[in-house]
């Protein structure tokens, strides 16, 4: 798997998709960096969640380039990296990859019902599983074009892990 040696792995997906779970499992098989993208989010974007607010494109904004911050300082250091990051829109992602062709998407998608039983199950997150809709209903999903490494959630994370490990194998990059 030596072409993964430079890659930089946007974890996305909607809240209780795993993506922090997920990554994590990442790091500890890979030795990747790792940043959790919720610990980038302003003061005022973790309070509205809290509060059951759901964020608009402003407040995202500047979490987003944080993000990209982050991305970019591993795409300047030339070596790995995971960072999650729900990138619901398309605008949002095409922000974070454009002109970057060492990072890619890993999508975690999940039937809502599925989604809602890990948000339940979770403990010590700032996002109420009350905003899992909103999510839903601003997520668009990756296009074949955006070439996401897609991956259903619906099994265990080893399993997850699995099948990111087997779609890095085969493709990479590109």
Not at 32 to 41: I, K, M
Request: proline letters at 6%; one cysteine or more.
């Amino acid at each position: 798997m030596s072409g993964t040696a430079k890659l930089v792995l946007i974890v996305m997906g909607v809240s209780g998709s795993g993506k922090s779970t997920v990554a994590e499992a990442l790091q500890a098989r890979l030795g990747w960096p790792f940043q959790e993208g919720d610990a980038l989010h302003p003061a005022s974007n973790v309070q509205k969640m809290h509060a059951g607010i759901a964020l608009d494109d402003a407040d995202r904004a500047p979490w987003l380039a944080a993000v990209k911050s982050w991305i970019d300082a591993r795409v300047a250091a030339g070596g790995p990296g995971l960072i999650t990051c729900s990138a619901l829109k398309r605008s949002y992602r095409d922000g974070l990859i454009a002109g970057r062709p060492r990072v890619r998407l890993l999508y975690l998608r999940g039937d809502p019902a599925v989604l809602e039983a890990h948000i339940e199950h979770r403990t010590g997150h700032f996002m109420p599983g009350s905003l899992l809709q909103s999510q839903l209903d601003t997520l668009e999903e990756p296009a074949p074009d955006e070439k996401p490494i897609v991956v259903d959630v619906a099994g265990s994370v080893e399993e997850t892990v699995g099948h990111v490990m087997e779609a890095l194998a085969a493709s990479p990059i590109g």
